[in-house]
């Protein structure tokens, strides 16, 4: 067999940091380690990718193995690749965010290996570079949903404005004026009224709203100007 000489191999994994949104607050999906070094402390999703696998095929398949979790949304962001993150190899990860609607994935969490939710200023302690990664990965996604209306992928199919707002304030970790931001939000003409109204919240009520498939992709750049200085936000 062909082998390129005087070069060693290094071993390749995935790790999934998966956001979640219970209707009001942002959350991150943790698991404790199964073996060691760092047996039983909490980490993100990984695993190796095998010499069949594409790393995206590895991320799904670690994902459904660790959580019980499939078909989510699922996008590659960063390779993590210092020398000595993993203290028994030399091991390259390559960093995937999920974005999900924790009430539509509930019953499909597995108990095996203890996932569990964490508010994101609650999260604990995590092991090797998974802190970074979880860091980076909210950089990363308070990016993408100043450009694009991303965070729907962790809404319901209908959802109320101050449900949106909530996500959007849980995102970027600020608080938006409540006028301007539904203002803002009703002017992209990609919000859809609907009928009824959720009554849990208040006794007035707030309508439902649905996403505007048809023009999605013709108005999604009505959303670049959602978030108010969407640049201040880059630096944390």
Same mark, same amino acid.
């Given at each position: ?173 600020? %608080?938006? =004026? ?5 203002? #803002?939000?009703? *002017?992209?003409?990609? &919000? !859809?009224?609907? /009928?009824? $109204? ?11 709203? %649905?996403? =505007? ?5 013709? #108005?999604?750049? *009505?959303?670049?100007? &959602? !978030?108010?200085? /969407?640049? $201040?936000?880059?630096?944390?």
């Amino acid at each position: 067999m062909l082998r390129y000489s005087g070069e060693k191999g290094i071993l390749v994994a995935t790790d999934c940091i998966v956001f979640g949104f219970d209707g009001w607050n942002l959350k991150l999906l943790l698991v404790q380690r199964s073996i060691e070094p760092e047996k039983d402390r909490w980490s993100l999703m990984g695993g190796f990718v095998k010499p069949t696998e594409s790393p995206d095929d590895a991320a799904n398949r670690v994902l459904e193995q660790r959580t019980g979790l499939n078909n989510v949304y699922l996008e590659q962001f960063q390779v993590f690749g210092k020398p000595d993150r993993d203290p028994v190899d030399r091991v390259l990860s390559i960093a995937y965010f999920a974005l999900i609607d924790i009430s539509q994935y509930e019953k499909q969490l597995s108990d095996e290996y203890h996932a569990e939710w964490f508010l994101l200023d609650e999260m604990p302690d995590l092991i090797f570079d998974h802190n970074e990664m979880v860091r980076l990965a909210k950089k990363q996604l308070m990016y993408k949903a100043a450009l694009h209306p991303i965070l729907f992928q962790l809404l319901p199919d209908k959802f109320t404005i101050p449900q949106l707002q909530a996500l959007y304030e849980g995102v970027y970790q600020n %608080k938006f =004026d409540d006028r301007n931001f539904s203002r #803002k939000l009703l *002017s992209t003409g990609l &919000l !859809v009224k609907q /009928p009824e $109204k959720d009554k849990q919240s208040s006794k007035k009520g707030a309508f439902y709203y %649905k996403l =505007d498939q048809s023009h999605y992709e013709d #108005k999604f750049e *009505s959303f670049l100007n &959602l !978030v108010p200085n /969407p640049d $201040k936000f880059f630096n944390v």
